[in-house]
């Protein structure tokens, strides 16, 4: 058996610069990626078996079909290996802008590819990422990078590996289509070479969605030491990185509502 970790995403700064035709919006995004994360265990079986299991696993029960399981599939008919068993341990909440499904197929990706030879460059799987969605690329590729496109052009830059980070989540989910709907339409300029001094375009219609999205922001700048908090993706998870991992542990203790999801983890 393999196991794989399915590591959250978080948006550093995610700037929507226009619609595009073909439905989707033209992005441009810093990827990071942190240590805590999902986890992934597969292994070759006679017949395929997929079960979910972890803290959130009950939001994710029943669905069947899910992108681990498209994953698979494609990888299957893409570079064959039979059949596998898979247990997806679901320790982030769904629908909460961190990557949730689209890190448990690059997961899937990276950990099939691992069991069978394929190298994890090789173009075909990007191609099979793609297809998955458009996170998935980064999600696959796992390390902090500028996305552009629907951010599926992906440039590697350097990170800030070991920056201590806080996630919050308010545990309420927000429809990804429903944020993009609501943003206005206006460009409000590319993403600065400094990583710390960006955006995300998508806060506004978000928090008009679920206006505790502001308070948990609100918590999180609030807090001695912080660097930079912003929410991640189309939310609703907010993030704030912090100087020293004692500031984010105090911080951690000081947002202790017990109606509130977080995690203290660090940048991979």
Same mark, same amino acid.
């Given at each position: 058996?393999?196991?794989?970790?399915? =590591?959250?995403?978080?948006?550093?700064?995610?700037?929507?610069?226009?619609?595009?035709?073909?439905?989707?919006?033209?992005?441009?995004? @810093?990827?990071?990626?942190?240590?805590?994360?999902?986890?992934?265990?597969?292994?070759?079986?006679?017949?395929?078996?997929?079960?979910?299991?972890?803290?959130?696993?009950?939001?994710?029960?029943?669905?069947?079909?899910?992108?681990?399981?498209?994953?698979?599939?494609?990888?299957?008919?893409?570079? !064959?290996?039979? +059949?596998?068993?898979?247990?997806?341990?679901?320790?982030?909440?769904?629908?909460? !802008?961190?990557?949730?499904?689209?890190?448990?197929?690059?997961?899937?990706?990276?950990?099939?590819?691992?069991?069978?030879?394929?190298?994890?460059?090789?173009?075909?799987?990007?191609?099979?990422?793609?297809?998955?969605?458009?996170?998935?690329?980064?999600?696959?590729?796992?390390?902090?990078?500028?996305?552009? !496109?629907?951010?599926? /052009?992906? /440039?590697?830059?350097?990170?800030?590996?070991?920056?201590?980070?806080?996630?919050?989540?308010?545990?309420?989910?927000?429809?990804?289509?429903?944020?993009?709907? =609501?943003?206005?339409?206006?460009?409000?300029?590319?993403?600065?070479?400094? #990583?710390?001094?960006?955006?995300?375009?998508?806060?506004? #219609?978000?928090?008009?969605?679920?206006?505790?999205?502001?308070?948990?922001?609100?918590?999180?700048? %609030?807090?001695? %030491?912080?660097? @930079?908090?912003?929410?991640? !993706?189309?939310?609703?998870?907010?993030?704030?990185?912090?100087?020293?991992?004692? +500031?984010?542990?105090?911080?951690?203790?000081?947002?202790?509502?017990?109606? $509130? $999801?977080?995690?203290?983890?660090?940048?991979?």
């Amino acid at each position: 058996m393999l196991t794989e970790i399915a =590591r959250a995403k978080l948006n550093l700064a995610l700037h929507v610069r226009a619609r595009r035709p073909d439905g989707y919006h033209e992005l441009e995004t @810093l990827f990071a990626f942190v240590e805590f994360g999902d986890v992934l265990r597969i292994a070759p079986a006679e017949a395929p078996a997929f079960r979910i299991t972890g803290p959130f696993a009950d939001k994710l029960t029943g669905e069947g079909d899910n992108l681990v399981t498209r994953a698979a599939t494609r990888f299957a008919e893409v570079f !064959g290996g039979g +059949a596998h068993a898979i247990e997806l341990e679901k320790h982030l909440p769904v629908a909460s !802008g961190i990557g949730g499904g689209s890190t448990d197929a690059a997961a899937t990706l990276r950990a099939l590819a691992k069991l069978h030879g394929v190298a994890l460059d090789d173009p075909r799987l990007f191609a099979i990422a793609d297809a998955l969605g458009s996170d998935v690329p980064a999600c696959l590729l796992g390390r902090t990078a500028l996305g552009k !496109g629907r951010g599926e /052009q992906l /440039q590697p830059v350097p990170g800030m590996p070991g920056t201590p980070v806080l996630l919050v989540n308010p545990r309420v989910a927000v429809s990804t289509a429903e944020v993009f709907r =609501r943003w206005d339409g206006v460009d409000r300029g590319p993403l600065s070479p400094d #990583p710390l001094a960006g955006r995300n375009d998508l806060e506004a #219609p978000a928090r008009a969605i679920a206006p505790v999205i502001s308070e948990v922001l609100g918590a999180l700048a %609030g807090q001695p %030491g912080v660097m @930079l908090t912003h929410m991640s !993706g189309s939310g609703a998870t907010c993030f704030a990185l912090f100087e020293s991992e004692e +500031a984010c542990a105090k911080a951690a203790s000081s947002i202790a509502r017990p109606d $509130w $999801w977080r995690v203290e983890t660090r940048l991979a």
